[in-house]
């Protein structure tokens, strides 16, 4: 909850997300004892997000967008006939003995806890936690409380993003208010002093003044 808390924060601070796809990304990795840790979200989360609540479903591939540990190779991830894939799909956290992941990305991964950032609606993309081939597997005590973490991590991004999404329409809100007060107000009063000094016009006996 501490760490979920320190994310929440960071958002609600107006912090980058890259920043919290960081923290998550090194918190999984001192919480698992893993060697490497990834995590992948859809390409574009917007429009996946917009075709409705199953719309994990329909994502084919998910981009590598932090890393911790030893360096990864940047790429992206199959959503099809993959664990990970399976564990985004399915919004089920998995402990896999061997992790079949893309040669270029980690060539000798062995045990791996697949873990989906998974939101109140659907899933925003997913950590895995890897060691080499021949290390030891993970615990089901560690698969539960990093994914306890991941969860609560999530909503915290999740919220932080609604509150983000809300001032957002108060901005717009406001511009709508005061392009309203404009029309209906201050233009009007200055279509009035118009109609005034033109009416003043014929009054002044200087052509400059009538001029100006």
């Known amino acids: 909850k501490v760490l979920a808390d320190r994310v929440l924060r960071l958002l609600l601070g107006g912090a980058d997300p890259a920043r919290v796809f960081r923290l998550i990304a090194d918190e999984t990795l001192r919480l698992t004892d893993a060697e490497a840790v990834i995590v992948a979200v859809p390409m574009d989360t917007d429009a996946a997000e917009a075709a409705g609540l199953n719309w994990a479903a329909g994502v084919d591939e998910l981009v590598i967008v932090e890393t911790a540990g030893p360096a990864i190779a940047a790429g992206s991830i199959s959503v099809p006939a993959t664990e990970i894939g399976a564990a985004f799909t399915a919004r089920a956290p998995r402990r896999v003995a061997a992790l079949d992941i893309p040669e270029p990305l980690m060539a000798d991964a062995g045990p791996a806890l697949v873990l989906p950032l998974r939101t109140t609606e659907s899933v925003a993309g997913v950590v895995v936690a890897l060691r080499r081939r021949g290390a030891p597997e ?13 969860d609560q991590a999530t909503v915290a991004w999740q919220l932080a993003n609604t509150q983000r999404r809300m001032r957002e329409l108060d901005v717009v809100s406001d511009r709508e208010r005061i392009a309203r007060d404009l029309h209906d107000h201050v233009i009007q009063r200055l279509f009035a002093v118009g109609l005034s000094l033109q009416g003043a016009i014929p009054r002044a006996r200087s052509a400059d003044v009538q001029q100006r």
């Open 138 to 150: 993970f615990t089901d005590e560690q698969l539960a409380m990093t994914a306890a973490f991941t």
